[in-house]
């Protein structure tokens, strides 16, 4: 063994040196720093700050945690989206807000067999954009238009604030003031203006291009029976974009590998699709 002779200052710097060494090989054993977030984790954050403005990182980290995610508060107000102050809700949201009290009708015109024109009338709640209640007519009048917005809410026309139409001169005082008289208030869009009631303008061209396009009116019954049927194929099976894909009464979704069953609506014009039962 060899012994040497040091001073007590060279014993202190050599160990700064095997000090600095020790650091210096950290990285080699692993990735230095802190934990790398959850890419997912990320992609939430911001997903919710997108969707909810107003809220904050702490809502936000709640609702994470309730997600199953652990997430530090600082974590997430780094990734979350800012928002110009103050936070506003955008327009979608603030008109969905105000769709449950609101409708839509409006009158169109099918030639009859005998190039008669018939007078269609519709009626259309903007919340769920399900058909309430559709009928014909060869000579409508004021009375008869006020009697149809009754029949289109039996039940729950007092939820119905205001009902938007044109400034068709059917809507005459007798609808007015029975629509004053169900609480809702008859709310009249501007001249050669139909964008301003574009629920009623979009389901009378989704009746055209679906049904009355491929049919000939014999008749005011005719007619009306063609429009019950899609009505109840519009309300109930058919697919809407604006719903998600979804009908204004939802239908279950088909679940299992039975064999899939077309049931024909209008004569077989369109088709609802489901599994059949499998038999055990």
């Known amino acids: 063994a060899t012994l040497l002779n040091v001073e007590s200052e060279t014993v202190v710097r050599w160990h700064r040196k095997r000090f ?77 807000n105000h769709m449950s009290g609101a409708a839509a009708c409006d009158f169109f015109v099918i030639p009859s067999l005998t190039c008669k024109p018939l007078f269609c009338f519709v009626v259309l709640p903007h919340d769920r954009r399900r058909i309430s209640h559709i009928h014909v007519r060869r000579h409508p009048t004021d009375e008869w238009t006020a009697r149809q917005l009754v029949e289109a809410f039996p039940g729950d026309t007092s939820t119905m604030s205001c009902v938007h139409h044109d400034r068709d001169s059917i809507y005459g005082q007798v609808c007015k003031q029975k629509l004053v008289a169900l609480g809702s208030e008859p709310v009249i869009i501007a001249r050669q203006s139909p964008w301003q009631n574009p629920y009623a303008e979009r389901v009378i061209g989704s009746i055209r291009r679906e049904c009355t396009d491929h049919i000939l009116a014999l008749g005011e019954r005719h007619l009306l029976q063609s429009l019950l049927r899609y009505a109840t194929y519009y309300n109930e099976a058919r697919c809407h974009s604006s719903r998600r894909g979804r009908a204004p009464e939802p239908r279950p979704t088909e679940d299992g590998r039975g064999e899939f069953i077309a049931a024909p609506h209008l004569g077989g014009l369109h088709c609802r699709y489901r599994r059949a039962a499998q038999s055990v």
Do not use: C, N
């Open 20 to 96: 600095q060494f020790f650091w210096r090989r950290m990285p080699e054993r692993g990735k230095p720093g802190r934990p790398p977030i959850d890419a997912e984790l990320i992609e939430l954050s911001r997903r919710i700050s997108r969707d909810d403005a107003t809220w904050g990182a702490p809502r936000i980290r709640s609702e994470l945690a309730l997600l199953g995610h652990d997430a530090a508060e600082s974590a997430v107000a780094k990734y979350m989206v800012r928002h110009p102050q103050p936070s506003s809700q955008d327009w979608r949201t603030f008109l969905a």
